[in-house]
């Protein structure tokens, strides 16, 4: 009896724990595209696929010393999990921002709204698998990654983000998109 309790609760944190994982635990408040400027952590997607490309370690690989491969290879790995991470914040405040949508009583808005929060809690379970797979290669430098489908993930939400400001602020993708 004892064991099926604990067996309850460990199994009601570790749901809480993916819940709050998911929606993300920024406290920003974001209820329109222009509340993001300053809330948002800008993300090079080229440069970011740069650095996960295996053709591109290859190369590393191939032209470095052991020694400094793997130095260089760590800071690469460093630097794709803050780019994660920074993914995952934005997919947080975007999150609200959809949420907020959602309520709109234009029917167009709340649907954008709809997408917007589908895009943004994707992209964060990605990124939650993407950083189990960039920790191990960051600990060990020779360790091959897989394709990492957080950066398409994240071009897609940036590309709900830029249907949603159209319908908001037609005018005012290319500047809200520089957030991102």
Not at 30 to 55: C, K, M, W, Y
Not at 173 to 178: E, F, H, K, N, Q
């Amino acid at each position: 009896m004892i064991i099926s309790i604990i067996l309850i609760l460990l199994g009601s944190a570790f749901f809480l724990f993916l819940l709050r994982t998911a929606r993300g635990h920024t406290t920003t408040l974001v209820t329109r595209v222009e509340d993001l400027q300053g809330h948002t952590l800008p993300v090079d997607i080229a440069a970011f696929r740069n650095l996960i490309d295996p053709s591109e370690e290859d190369f590393l690989r191939l032209n470095l010393p052991s020694a400094e491969f793997k130095t260089i290879q760590r800071e690469r790995m460093r630097a794709a999990i803050e780019y994660v991470h920074s993914a995952a914040y934005n997919a947080a405040v975007l999150l609200r921002l959809g949420e907020a949508a959602q309520q709109n009583p234009d029917a167009a808005m709340a649907e954008a709204g709809r997408q917007l929060v589908s895009s943004a809690l994707r992209l964060r379970a990605y990124a939650f698998l993407a950083l189990l797979r960039l920790y191990p290669a960051f600990a060990l430098p020779g360790v091959h990654i897989s394709s990492l489908p957080v950066i398409d993930r994240y071009q897609q939400l940036t590309d709900a983000v830029a249907h949603f400001t159209r319908l908001h602020q037609p005018g005012q993708v290319t500047r809200i998109s520089s957030y991102l």
